[in-house]
């Protein structure tokens, strides 16, 4: 009777945890592989036709996105070379002032203008949806996420896209301008002219841009590392004269064989390396506290 009664009683407990295992298995979307992969489709798909959707609108506005955007740091009335000549009046230091472009774009190939019309336009379009592409990425991501993560990571779409603009801003507003500069008064000869192909020119934009977008994300990689608990501002600290080096290798490589732009892509990157230790920091300490507050009440 006492055997009867304790299979009984095992056989409604096993009901009541599968039964539980399936409430929270739905609680959690309980989807299968195929679901997730479905899921991804949909995300990709509307990620896509937002990049499409500001190619397009980047295409229709050939004036204004190729003829004052992408050729704007080509000319000397760009923003940048107006505000270093103003600054070189003020400081009384003609050197500052950049007033002459000393060379012409060409377009060598039959098909050359048309496909960097579609090349810059795209890219355009890419910049301008980014904001729009992490958030569905990261809605493909999020649910999958511990409470915990989650909210440690609020406002994760806000700050990637703030820093990616703001590194874009630099590399179109500072980087480049400087780099064409560099790159067009520079010359072996004096019988050598400078007339750069049009692909050659939209590249090196594209390059500069991009990587200056991508490499401000530094704060934000620091940042998930640190709360995976894979760095700690102990070993970045440690390790600054190694991240230094790696700095100023990646700055020589993304930017122009000139020392300016390699330092003036380095200096931003080397703050935001020390903006991630000062991240990291901040995390341990909150870290500790919770775990304090744990062993109190435990």
């Given at each position: 009777m006492d055997g009867s009664v304790s299979i009984i009683l095992n056989s409604k407990i096993q009901v009541a945890l599968d039964q539980y295992r399936e409430e929270e298995e739905e609680e959690e979307g309980g989807m299968s592989f195929l679901d997730?992969?479905?899921?991804?489709?949909?995300?990709l798909l509307r990620s896509v036709a937002a990049v499409l959707v500001f190619t397009v609108a980047a295409f229709l506005a050939k004036s204004i996105v190729f003829g004052k955007v992408i050729l704007g740091p080509s000319r000397v009335?760009?923003?940048?070379?107006?505000?270093?000549?103003?600054?070189?009046n003020w400081l009384n230091v003609p050197a500052l002032c950049i007033d002459v472009l000393p060379f012409t774009i060409q377009s060598r190939q039959m098909t050359g203008q048309f496909s960097m019309h579609l090349t810059s336009s795209?890219?355009?379009?890419?910049?301008?949806?980014?904001?729009?592409?992490?958030?569905?990425?990261?809605?493909?991501?999020?649910?999958?996420?511990?409470?915990?993560?989650?909210?440690?990571?609020?406002?994760?779409?806000?700050?990637?896209?703030?820093?990616?603009?703001?590194?874009?801003?630099f590399g179109y507003f500072i980087l480049a301008p400087l780099s064409i500069n560099f790159l067009s008064n520079y010359q072996l000869d004096p019988s050598i002219l400078n007339e750069f192909d049009i692909g050659s020119y939209v590249t090196t934009?594209?390059?500069?841009?991009?990587?200056?977008?991508?490499?401000?994300?530094?704060p934000v990689v620091i940042y998930f590392l640190s709360m995976s608990g894979l760095v700690s501002a102990a070993m970045l600290r440690s390790y600054r004269r190694h991240a230094i080096v790696v700095i100023l290798i990646i700055a020589a490589v993304i930017t122009p064989p000139d020392i300016i732009s390699q330092v003036l892509i380095a200096m931003p990157i080397l703050v935001l390396y020390e903006v991630g230790i000062t991240i990291a920091k901040r995390l341990e300490k909150k870290r500790a506290k919770k775990e304090a507050a744990e062993n109190r009440d435990n």
């Amino acid at each position: 009777m006492d055997g009867s009664v304790s299979i009984i009683l095992n056989s409604k407990i096993q009901v009541a945890l599968d039964q539980y295992r399936e409430e929270e298995e739905e609680e959690e979307g309980g989807m299968s592989f195929l679901d997730h992969l479905e899921q991804l489709r949909w995300h990709l798909l509307r990620s896509v036709a937002a990049v499409l959707v500001f190619t397009v609108a980047a295409f229709l506005a050939k004036s204004i996105v190729f003829g004052k955007v992408i050729l704007g740091p080509s000319r000397v009335d760009f923003v940048t070379y107006q505000t270093l000549c103003k600054v070189s009046n003020w400081l009384n230091v003609p050197a500052l002032c950049i007033d002459v472009l000393p060379f012409t774009i060409q377009s060598r190939q039959m098909t050359g203008q048309f496909s960097m019309h579609l090349t810059s336009s795209m890219v355009v379009g890419l910049v301008v949806a980014f904001p729009y592409l992490f958030w569905e990425i990261w809605r493909f991501i999020s649910p999958g996420l511990h409470l915990q993560e989650k909210n440690a990571a609020r406002g994760a779409v806000f700050f990637v896209s703030l820093l990616f603009f703001a590194g874009a801003s630099f590399g179109y507003f500072i980087l480049a301008p400087l780099s064409i500069n560099f790159l067009s008064n520079y010359q072996l000869d004096p019988s050598i002219l400078n007339e750069f192909d049009i692909g050659s020119y939209v590249t090196t934009l594209i390059m500069l841009v991009l990587a200056s977008a991508i490499m401000f994300q530094l704060p934000v990689v620091i940042y998930f590392l640190s709360m995976s608990g894979l760095v700690s501002a102990a070993m970045l600290r440690s390790y600054r004269r190694h991240a230094i080096v790696v700095i100023l290798i990646i700055a020589a490589v993304i930017t122009p064989p000139d020392i300016i732009s390699q330092v003036l892509i380095a200096m931003p990157i080397l703050v935001l390396y020390e903006v991630g230790i000062t991240i990291a920091k901040r995390l341990e300490k909150k870290r500790a506290k919770k775990e304090a507050a744990e062993n109190r009440d435990n």
